[in-house]
Structure formats: C-alpha cells, structure tokens
C-alpha cells in the first residue's frame, strides 16, 4: 500500500495546500466574523467562470490572457458583493447564493458544446492538486506573501474583498472550489472560540493536518485527492469539537 506514497508527486501538492491556507485561514476566520459564509465559494465559481469563458474565446488555458480574465471577474465579483453589504445587508447571504449559482449555471452553459465540458467541470470543482508542478507553486507562492503582507499592514475593512478576490483566484485553478471553501471555512470553524495567535495558530494546525493526511491516505487508498482532503480537514476540526461539547454536558 506504502508504494503509492510518491515524494515527487506529493511535494508539491502538500506545498500548494500549505500556501492556499497560509492565506486562506485568515481570510476565512474574518468571512466567519462577518457572517457571509458562502462569499468564497461565489467569488471562486466567478473566477471559474472567468477562467470558463476565457478558454470557450480561444485563449490557451494557462496563459495569461485566461488569468487577467479570471482575476478580472473575481474582482468585479467581489465589488458587486461588497456594494451588497453597504446597500442590502439584510439579505446579503442570499444575494451571495444567487451569485454562485449564477456563475456555476453559467459555467455550464458555456461548456455546453465542449466535448470535454463535463471534465473542466469537474477540474474546476475538485481540483488537479496531485498534478501540481513545481512551476505553478512560484506565482502562488509570490501572490500568497504579497496577500499576507497587505493583510496584517493594511486596513482589513478596507482590503478584505480585493485581496479575498486574488487569494481564491490564484487558488481555485490549482485545488478547485470545494477545496477553496474547506481550507477557508474548516479552519475557522475549528478555531471558532479562540483568539488572536492561537486561533490563527490552530486553524493552520488544522489545515495542514487535514492536507497531510489526506494525501497520504487518497494515495494509499486511490481515492480522489481533493475530496478526502475535504474530509479530513472536516473530521480534524470538527469531530473533536462534538466529544468536548458532550463531555461538558456530561
């Protein structure tokens, strides 16, 4: 079973996961702050949906002609969000729902006649994070410290939804949207209750547990990576938070 366990191939997937939640964490404890749950799956189908409709004009997937458009949808995404809290607040939440609908709807009727839409599709959702290169971790891991450098100088209020935007643009292409929402929402659930340094602190024990043993076990068991991922994240940061919970109560 161990034979599966390849360095070469896991290197780099378990470095993308360890920079989409250096990023991530922060960005998902203050989306649970704010109580707009459903922000980055929206702004992840959006820059999907860019990256979508940039291929469906005949850019080549991994030019940048593909990532000025994704980026571009994912910011006139979250301007469009941003202008709801101000304006609708009282039902921003399913505003925010509509959006992502929306944009996943549209995903597939763009990809309607692509004789490989169903797998671009299912690409964009859960991910390609095993087939990850070296090469592609160096503009993540760039865009990743310029976001964490805007994040802790600058004002939040005011840079939250720019540098949400890029950080869930730059990762959904590599670990698709459900493995955006995990690495932002898991964490935070599961540090929900602390502050400061030990809740950032543990929402990043959290992440990087569930990436770790996630990949190892997909690759033991064959099982899709991003998924059991997905999973692990959840069982790591919730599971114990049930057995504390009953304890108490007993």
């Known amino acids: 079973m ?12 378990f470095v993308a996961g360890l920079l989409v939640l250096v990023s991530h964490v922060p960005l998902g404890q203050e989306v ?7 922000i ?3 702004i992840a189908q959006i820059a999907g949906l860019g ?20 980026i571009s949808s994912a910011l006139i995404g979250a301007w469009g969000l941003s202008l709801l809290e101000k304006h609708q607040p009282q039902i921003q939440e399913a505003l925010i729902g509509v959006s992502f609908i929306l944009a996943a709807t549209g995903s597939i009727l763009l990809l309607t006649d692509n004789p490989h839409g169903g797998e671009k599709l299912k690409e964009l959702l859960v991910g ?17 410290g310029l976001i964490l450098l805007l994040w802790f100088k600058s004002n939040k209020q005011i840079m939250f939804y720019l540098l949400f935007a890029v950080a869930v643009t730059s990762s959904v292409q590599l670990v698709g949207v459900y493995l955006v929402f995990a690495s932002l929402i898991i964490p935070a659930l599961g540090s929900r209750g ?20 996630g990949l190892i076990l997909s690759s033991i068991l064959d099982l899709p990576s991003g998924a059991v991922i997905v999973w692990m994240i959840g069982i790591i940061a919730l599971l114990p938070r049930f057995f504390v919970k009953n304890m108490k109560i007993t």
């Open 2 to 13: 161990m034979d599966g366990l390849d360095l070469t191939i896991l290197g780099p997937a």
């Open 32 to 38: 649970l702050k704010r109580g707009i749950i459903f």
């Open 40 to 42: 980055d799956l929206a």
């Open 51 to 70: 990256v979508i409709l940039a291929s469906h004009l005949g850019f080549d997937t991994h030019g940048w002609e593909v990532q000025l458009i994704a």
């Open 128 to 144: 390609q994070i095993l087939w990850i290169t070296w090469e592609q971790l160096i503009p993540l891991a760039i865009v990743t």
């Open 194 to 213: 602390y502050t400061g340094r030990t809740s950032l602190g543990l929402g990043y024990v959290i992440g990087l547990l569930g990436y770790g043993l």
